[in-house]
């Protein structure tokens, strides 16, 4: 029976095409051609396929059996390709083998296409047979034989790409479980090779089966496997899926007609997204798992947990303070500031806090620092700020002057349009900008003193009052505080706190005040909480002071008690 071809002949001549399918007939081939005369047909042909060989004539008016070449070469195709040409000299013919033809037939001697054809047919069949062969052998390097799972090579790899990812800003962690199996060998000397190759592939498949989409399951040793867990999304979750492994390892394996059982121990190790190896990271879920087959514990020997779930509660409460404001989770807490002359209220500072709905109240001193990092102080300073203007307004309405004074962050100092912002806020609220106060730390003014005049002048034009916190922990430059126009100086209470025992906090407070009454600003003593700490304080010339002396954060419906 003739075998069937597909042959492109690239031929000027209708004649000689049929003349070429005739020889090829007479050769013993059923061939299915089309003929094409330029390089865009041939193309177009090409793009058609597929075909078994190319047959082309060497000149024609339009094209070349050398144009021809060059196209199929360009495509990395490999087909035969045979030049058939009346006139060929036999340098033509060495210059067309070298560019990729792989035989040439004279017109006149057609009767050696059928052979010359067979044997290009039976080397490309090679050819492609060992690159077939190659392929398998690059399948080999990255993956098991047995399981077909991903080996020690590609996990590692995955492991590297997961610790890459875990590593940029904002990301989620990862976890890498190391699966061990006790008892294997003993199955292999009972039942043999074929039943531990069975009971292998059997733990894959379960592996597979027990973890999320997206994770990697790899084999990387005899009895030992991996898995990469990428991205963790809440601290318990590693701890969960090794629990989960183990248990669903730890089911009899029917394998060569026996009922066998392994015994299974999970190790964890976090993927911190750092400059850790993932060999290294690979020998920790090791330990661990070393560890926790000792102690057959379930869920594993958490290597390092302590700093792992660190990094996940810090990721999570992330999303969730991005959440917390348009769930209504932030409160606004009013924390007294008195006069040490006479203990008289003298205003509130707005603190926020976070009413979180599993974890409780949150401090802002945990969780400011995080949405600084995120930005999310942006929209929370601005609600802060909103919620006091409001506040202020409402005591206002009472006839009572009550100020109220707002930290502003360094993210919200750097806005351009700052006291656009704020006189917004005021008008909207109605609030009189004379009980507005304005707290920016020491350190954040000094940043960049020039632009701090900048926009602390555009704040003072407000009408607002404009303090500096935390004095003493920065570095001032008295020349630029002398340009600041403030209306008061905040003392740190790392200095408060060591007043009555500490000779030199006592010379720092003192040399603070005289400062501060030096360029007419009020000082205001923060973290007062004793009895000594404000008669020293007020011996030393203090104005107002603010403290657990005379009170912590309290809410709105409190503050207000406080003022009647
Ligand atoms: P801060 O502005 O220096 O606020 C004073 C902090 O000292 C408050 O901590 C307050 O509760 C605490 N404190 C008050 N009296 C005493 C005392 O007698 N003893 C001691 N040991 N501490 C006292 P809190 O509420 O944890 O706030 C921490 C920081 O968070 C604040 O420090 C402020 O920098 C920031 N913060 C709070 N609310 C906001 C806000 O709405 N916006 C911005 N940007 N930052 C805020
Ligand atoms: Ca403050
Ligand atoms: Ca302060």
């Avoid at 603190?351 to 001193?365: D, F, N, Q, S, Y």
């Avoid at 923060?526 to 009895?531: A, L």
């Amino acid at each position: 029976m003739a075998t069937p071809l597909r042959v492109l002949i690239v031929e000027d001549s209708e004649d000689d095409a049929v003349l070429v399918v005739r020889h090829l007939e007479r050769a013993g081939y059923a061939p299915a051609h089309a003929r094409v005369q330029t390089a865009a047909d041939m193309i177009a042909a090409l793009e058609a396929g597929p075909w078994d060989c190319v047959i082309a004539d060497y000149s024609m008016p339009h094209f070349s059996g050398t144009d021809a070449l060059a196209i199929v070469r360009s495509r990395g195709m490999d087909l035969p390709f045979i030049i058939v040409s009346g006139t060929i000299g036999e340098e033509v013919a060495v210059a067309a083998m070298k560019a990729g033809a792989h035989d040439y037939v004279m017109k006149g001697n057609l009767s050696r296409l059928g052979p010359a054809l067979a044997r290009e047919l039976r080397d490309a069949a090679d050819r492609r047979e060992r690159r077939r062969v190659e392929e398998e052998r690059a399948r080999d390097l990255l993956y098991d034989a047995v399981t077909g799972l991903p080996n020690r090579t590609l996990l590692l790899d995955r492991l590297g790409l997961a610790i890459e990812r875990a590593g940029a800003p904002g990301n989620l962690p990862a976890a890498l479980l190391f699966v061990g199996l006790g008892r294997f060998h003993a199955i292999v000397e009972a039942w043999g090779h074929r039943c531990g190759d069975a009971v292998l592939e059997a733990v894959a498949r379960r592996l597979e089966g027990n973890v999320r989409a997206g994770d990697t399951v790899g084999r990387v040793g005899e009895t030992e496997f991996a898995v990469v867990l990428d991205p963790v999304r809440e601290p318990g979750e590693p701890a969960r899926i090794a629990e989960a492994l183990e248990r669903a390892l730890s089911s009899p394996v029917a394998a060569g007609g026996q009922e066998v059982s392994v015994t299974p121990s999970v190790g964890i190790a976090p993927v911190p997204g750092s400059d850790r190896q993932a060999g290294e990271i690979l020998r920790d879920a090791n330990t661990a798992m070393h560890r926790a087959m000792a102690r057959r514990t379930a869920g594993g020997a958490i290597f390092e947990s302590a700093m792992h779930d660190r990094a996940v509660a810090r990721v999570r409460l992330e999303n969730d303070l991005r959440r917390a404001l348009e769930r209504g989770e932030l409160e606004a807490g009013y924390q007294p500031v008195v006069s040490l002359r006479d203990r008289s209220l003298t205003g509130f500072e707005c603190l926020a806090r976070w009413k979180h709905p599993e974890r409780g109240l949150i401090g802002p001193a945990e969780f400011i620092p995080i949405a600084e990092d995120t930005g999310q102080i942006l929209p929370i300073g601005a609600w802060v700020l909103r919620e006091a203007c409001m506040q202020v307004r409402d005591w206002g309405f009472r006839r009572k002057v009550v100020p109220v004074a707002v930290n502003l962050s360094a993210l919200q100092f750097a806005q351009a349009d700052l006291a656009d912002r704020i006189r917004a806020t005021l008008v909207e609220t109605g609030a009189d900008p004379r009980s507005l106060h304005l707290e920016i730390t020491e350190s954040v003014a000094m940043d960049d003193a020039a632009a701090t005049i900048r926009t602390l002048a555009s704040l003072k034009a407000l009408g607002v009052k404009l303090k500096i916190d935390d004095f003493g922990t920065g570095y001032s430059s008295l020349s630029y505080l002398h340009r600041f126009p403030l209306d008061a100086l905040k003392i740190d209470q790392s200095f408060v706190r060591r007043i009555d025992t500490d000779a030199e906090a006592v010379e720092i407070v003192r040399t603070i005040v005289a400062l501060a009454h030096a360029m007419s600003l009020t000082v205001v003593a923060e973290g007062v909480e004793t009895e000594a700490h404000f008669s020293g304080l007020k011996a030393l010339g203090c104005d107002e002071g603010q403290g657990f002396l005379f009170g912590g954060a309290l809410d709105a419906r409190k503050a207000e008690e406080m003022l009647k």
